[in-house]
Every structure is written in C-alpha cells, then in structure tokens.
C-alpha cells in the first residue's frame, strides 16, 4: 500500500496573439481559448517515506527553464522532503499550447522571443498542484497494466514509414498498413481506494496535432479531451477530483492522421471546427481503452504494485559522446556533434505540418551539398578537421543550420536575408539586439531519468523519440536491470524534463525525413542515448550510498541580460512587426 495524492491546477494563461509552440509556424499564434490547460500532478510515498511527484502539463515540451525554476521552488517550499531526482515533468505535446517559455533561443523565434509570464504560469500551476496532490495524500493500491489498440480502432499511424521500414527488426509495412508500423499498447498506472479506481496515468506515443497550425486557440488536443473525458466519467461514478494523466510514449514518427495512399487530400478535408472534432474522437478512443481496462480490476492483464520508489537524474551533454563500438555497429571512434538541423527539419512533415515551400528547400538542398563539398575539399584549411568530424557525425544530414555554432549554411546566423521569410527576419532583429551572442540555440545538455516505483521501472526521455528508438533504449535498460529480479517492468515516457528534437535510430536517420532531419546531434544520438541510459541503470542497481554518477552537471545559465533583450514584455504587436519589417 501506498500513499497517493493527486490534483490539478489550471494554466493561467491569457491569449495575446503569441505564437504557439510546436509547429514553428509564424502564423500559428493564439488569439482565445478553446480548452483550459492543465498541470495535473500524483504524488506517490512508499512505506520508507521516498516520494515521487509526477506532473503532466498541457503543453508542446518542458523546457530547462520550467524544469529548473520548478525545483527552485518547490525546494524552498518543502526543504528535506524534497528529493529532484524524483521528480518528472512530462508534456502532453499539444501544438496548441503557449510559446515562449524556454530561455534557448531557437524554439521560441516563432513566439516570437521570451515571454516571462507564460514560464510564471506554469510554474505557479505545477507548484500549486504538486502541493494540492501531497495534502491529499491517502492510502491507494497501485496497479499496471497494457491494453492494445484493436487494429481497427483509427487513433495512429506510423508517417514515416519509409525510415521505419528500414529498422532490421520490424516486419516492414506496405503504405496501406501504416497503422500497424507503431506500438499499439497503452501502458496504465491505476489508483484505487477501497477497490475503486479513483485516478491514473496513461502512456501510449501519438502525436497530439489533431488541431492544425491554422486555428488560433489554445487547446489540449486529443490527449487533453481523453483527460477530460475520463475524468468527467471517473466524476459520475463518485469519484471525488479525479486526475488522469495522457502521457505521451513512443511519438516521434506517430500521427493521429491517416498516413498512406492521397493522405493530404484526406487531411485536407478535416477543416475549421472539424478539428476539434476529430481531437475529441481521438481523445475518446484514448479514454475509453483507458478506462475499460482499468475498471477490470480482476483482470489478468492489471497486476499489483510493490515495493520501493527510487530514481536517478543525471544530465549529460549529447552533443560530445564518444559511442562504444558495440552500439556503433563495430566502429570505432563514433561521435556525436553539435547540434544541427538538415533541409528536412525546414520542411517539415507532410500531413501533420508542412514546413518551407519546395522551392526553398531545394535550394537550401542545393546550398548544404555545396557547402558540404567546399568544407571538405581543402584539408589545409583551418576548420577541415572540425568539419570533417561533424560531418561524420551528422552523416547524410544536409545540414541548414549548425545551432551549436551559430550558423547558417556555414555563415553567422544574422548574415540570411530576413525577406525570406518571417522567423528569419525574427532571428535577424534578435542577432542584431545581440540578444543570442552567448547564449545556445537549443539545449545540449539534457536530463536522463530513470524512476522505479516498485517492480515498475520508468525510462524518462526528453524530446521525441520514435517507436523503434524508443523500444531499443527499453531493450538495452531491461538487459541491465535484468540483473534485479525486483524488476519486472520496463516502460518509456518521452516530452520528459527538457526538449532536444527527435531521436530516430540510427537506420532511419540514413533516410533523413523529418525526424531524421531534427535528430540534433547526428547519426549516433540514438547510441548515445542507449549509452548513459545503461550507465544510468547500473546505478540504479546499487544501494543509494554506493552510487557513482554525474548528479551535478547542469546547462550553463542563460545571460539574463540577452534573455532581457529577446523578452517582448508582453508587447507582442510590436514584436511581430519589427519582425516582418526586418
């Protein structure tokens, strides 16, 4: 028996035509809300007094910023009872959420700039519902279990079968099977007092873009209608504030939009308020797999949880990771790079959010071979050895803009004409505020977690990892607890703790679709990820008192002074128009 609390707590945060965080579109700005956004939070405390707090938010990602002003905070306000390591934010990835809230430039140039109250919104409503679940707190029993998709039910399709295909492992799908090219499982953590289920966590990986990057509200998306949709039906039932939690899985190459033969003509027909239809359906068959298999309470599928709760947190810099030889196919010296963004990136996907138009990413295709050529043509030049490393570790990547550097086809980032378009001219109007000299583009430094509640253990992945990057970073974590006969389960949560793009493995970045093209730290960063995962799962296996590893690294802070000069202050109109005038 454990005891658990939970509860949730509304983002506060007022639409002013601030572009909203996922799509990367400058169009795609907020003017109202459709539904309210939540922090939805569990708190979990074994019988030795180790807790561990959970909080979903209705948001595209958790940034470093909401990460560590979270802890700040909730240091302050609990002191020894507070443990970071055991803490885990996770996002739903609505692209319908608020921009602006990471102090790294790049993500937020569509916003555009830093928006301080958006980051004071959601650190209030975290904090406040953390707080709320651990007053709550009551004697529960905890069960887990899986429940799968039938095949016919239309919630997710695999949109980058191409690359997933290439994966030795998978049996390879036709276009017309693409539905069947993900894991289909939902993974279910269930809350019960007196035998009735009272609140619970689901993960199961699908992309959260059933709204468009034409509407202009703000919303939850399907993950927050099953939320909504299960609570509400949890409430009929007697349930006092119920809390359900849809997190995200394996997503990274899973869209709720069909994917094969005349795919955009089909997209294309779901317009306007239809979108929010369409968001609710999906959001119905999430709910109610959820709570079909969860009020089974005698079903074999359910099984009690037991046992202690622990975790490890390390943050680890993947844009320099030497790659053993064994998860680099035999080959020595396997590194990953800087961050870097391929023409991929800059087109986007083509059903769930087309990007650049195809005659500026053939051109920007053209400029990154040319590039490539010039670097690597002269090996008495100056940056020959840096670029002949990046690009070895970048591999077929065409690489637009080296964000670790600060360049743009090989250029500082201010030098492209901001005619072009309008996030460039953004960029152009920060580079010349010097608002980005010292600071990153994109994190490097991210947080790896893993948490054990029981004989359940949880892989906590920032960024978006698809569903065969996913299952072999599950592999490589259960061959190492496997040693603990304790654990019995191994689960991934992705949208964990930070963002750094997507993560393919290493067969599916050689085909460079869009996953591939914003797999930041090149061909080996699935590697890498397996690497300090199995490091970190050794440590897992010690007593906490003998464990040896890297709990202190954090990124480097941000200059509050550059962070000042892209901060809009709320005054996005003008914001928006020196930007367009650039």
């Not at 579109?25 to 959970?54: E, F, G, K």
């Not at 949890?234 to 939690?245: A, K, Y």
């Not at 304790?486 to 970045?509: I, L, P, R």
Request: hydrophobic share 40%; glycine share 8%.
């Amino acid at each position: 028996m454990y005891q658990v609390g939970w509860d949730k707590q509304q983002i506060k945060i007022t639409p002013k035509g601030y572009a909203m965080f996922g799509y990367g579109q400058w169009s795609h700005r907020a003017y109202r809300q459709r539904t309210a956004l939540y922090a939805r939070s569990v708190s979990m405390v074994d019988q030795h007094s180790n807790r561990l707090l959970i909080c979903c938010l209705d948001l595209g990602c958790i940034t470093h910023a909401i990460r560590s002003q979270t802890v700040a905070q909730l240091t302050q306000i609990l002191d020894s009872q507070f443990d970071e390591n055991q803490l885990l934010l996770m996002a739903t990835h609505t692209h319908s959420g608020p921009g602006g809230c990471a102090h790294e430039a790049l993500y937020n140039i569509p916003t555009p700039g830093f928006v301080p109250e958006h980051l004071t919104a959601i650190v209030e409503a975290i904090v406040q519902s953390i707080q709320n679940a651990m007053a709550s707190e009551q004697d529960t029993e905890i069960l887990i279990g899986t429940q799968a998709f039938p095949a016919q039910t239309p919630v997710a399709w695999n949109r980058s079968i191409k690359a997933y295909n290439r994966n030795p492992e998978v049996q390879p799908r036709t276009e017309a099977a693409t539905h069947l090219a993900l894991n289909r499982e939902m993974q279910l953590i269930g809350f019960y007092r007196e035998q009735k289920l009272q609140s619970f966590i689901s993960l199961f990986g699908v992309h959260a873009t059933c709204l468009g990057n034409s509407l202009n509200a703000y919303g939850g998306d399907n993950k927050g209608y099953a939320a909504a949709f299960s609570e509400q039906a949890l409430t009929e039932q007697g349930v006092q504030n119920p809390v359900t939690i849809f997190a995200q899985a394996t997503a990274g190459d899973v869209s709720p939009h069909f994917h094969g033969k005349d795919q955009l003509k089909i997209r294309n027909k779901i317009k306007g308020e239809q979108q929010y239809q369409y968001a609710q359906q999906n959001g119905r068959y999430q709910s109610d797999l959820a709570l079909t298999a969860l009020q089974q309470q005698m079903s074999a599928n359910l099984k009690n949880v037991e046992g202690e709760i622990d975790a490890v947190l390390s943050y680890v810099d993947l844009g320099n990771i030497e790659i053993p030889a064994a998860l680099a196919y035999g080959q020595a010296g396997a590194r990953t790079s800087q961050p870097c963004h391929g023409t991929a990136f800059f087109a986007g996907t083509p059903v769930d959010g087309a990007g650049a138009p195809k005659p500026l990413i053939k051109g920007l295709q053209f400029l990154a071979g040319q590039l490539r050529k010039h670097k690597l043509k002269n090996p008495a030049a100056a940056d020959f050895m840096a670029y002949q490393q990046l690009y070895a570790s970048q591999g077929p990547k065409q690489i637009v803009l080296e964000a670790g550097a600060k360049k743009i086809l090989g250029q500082p980032i201010g030098f492209a004409p901001g005619m072009l378009d309008p996030l460039i001219a953004e960029m152009k109007r920060q580079v010349n505020a010097g608002a980005i000299e010292q600071s990153p583009l994109v994190p490097s430094v991210v947080p790896l977690q893993i948490i054990r509640l029981g004989t359940l253990a949880l892989v906590c992945c920032p960024g978006e990892f698809t569903t065969i990057a996913g299952q072999r970073v599950v592999d490589i974590v259960q061959q190492t607890l496997a040693a603990q006969a304790a654990t019995e389960n191994v689960w991934f949560a992705s949208y964990c703790n930070d963002y750094m793009g997507y993560v393919t493995t290493y067969e599916e970045y050689q085909e460079q679709a869009y996953e591939g093209g914003h797999t930041l730290f090149g061909q080996w960063t699935l590697a890498a990820c397996q690497s300090k995962f199995k490091e970190l799962a050794e440590q897992l296996l010690l007593e906490k008192n003998k464990r040896h590893y890297d709990a202190m690294t954090r990124p480097q802070a941000i200059s509050a002074q550059e962070l000042t000069k892209r901060t809009n202050h709320g005054n996005v109109k003008t914001a928006v128009s020196q930007g367009e005038a650039v």
